[in-house]
């Protein structure tokens, strides 16, 4: 009989596949995702101010105009986003963040339809940098109207809504 009976051999080999197999694992796990850097949140309500004074003429040109004052809002999941215009008709887009800077795009389906040179899919592009402080958050970039060559760019800041600034807002 050797050192070992069946049974402790049983034992020990269930041991090491069971308990310290998961644990390597675990540790090469943790080891490989010590460099991950969680992407800076956006998530949230924001007001929005566009620079007016450069809005193209036409229906892109209001389509811009109406984002003055307005409130959006970012839904975020890891980089992914779903940004939703809270006037108007609703409308929904998707985006990234990629460390600071910000690109989304909502389809707006009714300048299409009657704006001439504007393509059948067009979209509002929205790009921004992301300004992050420990009391807010703000950002800055331009909007345009993607397959539009008539509209042009128009600048425009934003600014991340608290619970009790989108409280007196209603």
Request: charged letters at 15%; a positive charge.
């Amino acid at each position: 009989m050797g050192i070992f009976s069946s049974a402790n051999r049983n034992f020990v080999i269930a041991y090491v596949l069971l308990v310290a197999l998961p644990l390597l694992g675990l540790a090469g796990v943790l080891r490989s995702g010590r460099g991950l850097v969680a992407p800076i949140s956006v998530d949230g309500v924001w007001k929005f101010g566009a620079d007016g004074a450069n809005l193209p003429a036409g229906r892109c040109g209001k389509s811009l105009a109406s984002l003055q004052d307005s409130l959006v809002s970012i839904s975020q999941s890891g980089k992914y986003l779903v940004v939703s215009l809270k006037n108007g008709p609703p409308a929904a887009g998707s985006g990234v963040i990629d460390g600071t800077t910000l690109n989304a795009t909502i389809p707006l389906p009714d300048i299409s339809a009657s704006e001439p040179g504007c393509g059948g899919d067009t979209m509002l592009a929205l790009r921004a940098t992301v300004t992050a402080k420990a009391e807010s958050r703000s950002m800055q970039g331009t909007i345009s109207v993607n397959e539009c060559p008539t509209c042009s760019t128009m600048s425009y800041q934003a600014v991340r809504q608290t619970r009790s600034d989108r409280s007196r807002a209603h």
